[in-house]
């Protein structure tokens, strides 16, 4: 079995209000992620920092399971921690709530990459990682970050580098199946939000 978890609990200081709920395309932007993770993983779960943020959500229409952050800090190692410990699959993908446009493809290689591994994640040539498209055996992921919660580690990266066997998705790989890493698209600002608009428009089209 197979879980997406989605991180919606921080604050959008650059945008000033919640990135879930800005329009995209006629439709909240976490419609978009919900609705291209769900064709690859069998349950959903998104994960918020406040019973506000919760209804706000099911007031949009959401019907996925909905939990609120074991601890209200708004820092995503929080949230991942919290997804781990609700997930019922073996393995999790962790995504944000501004990623609206994940490719099946690269995640359906993802969780194929991490099977009888602690994880995959996407590498660059500097060796950045992706946290925030990163596929996790849950057992694994969820006692390293019940460690790093504990010691109060806000970076959502070192769940990924305090695991012992991680699978490296090289990004020239991932660029065979998705040339323009629109999968890795992620709407920070408002530029980013034209952007996203005229990206759908291409999908559209």
Not at 72 to 85: E, L, M, R, V, W
């Amino acid at each position: 079995m197979r879980s997406a978890i989605i991180l919606a609990g921080g604050k959008s200081t650059r945008i000033g209000t919640e990135k879930g709920l800005q329009i995209l395309g006629g439709k909240p932007l976490i419609e978009h992620v919900i609705a291209r993770i769900s064709e690859c993983v069998n349950e959903v779960i998104v994960v918020v920092g406040s019973q506000s943020q919760k209804q706000s959500y099911y007031e949009i229409g959401v019907k996925e399971k909905i939990i609120i952050d074991e601890v209200n800090s708004g820092t995503p190692i929080i949230g991942a921690y919290s997804g781990f410990k609700s997930a019922k699959g073996k393995y999790c993908i962790l995504i944000g709530n501004d990623m609206p446009f994940l490719n099946k493809q690269v995640i359906d290689q993802l969780f194929k990459l991490a099977e009888g591994h602690d994880a995959a994640t996407p590498y660059w040539p500097n060796g950045w990682i992706e946290p925030l498209l990163s596929v996790y055996k849950k057992e694994s992921a969820l006692k390293v970050a019940k460690k790093l919660v504990d010691a109060e580690e806000k970076k959502l990266g070192f769940i990924i580098r305090s695991l012992d066997i991680v699978i490296k998705f090289d990004i020239d790989d991932i660029q065979k199946i998705d040339p323009e890493l629109y999968t890795l698209f992620d709407i920070d600002t408002l530029e980013d939000h034209q952007k996203a608009e005229k990206i759908l428009s291409t999908f559209k089209n």
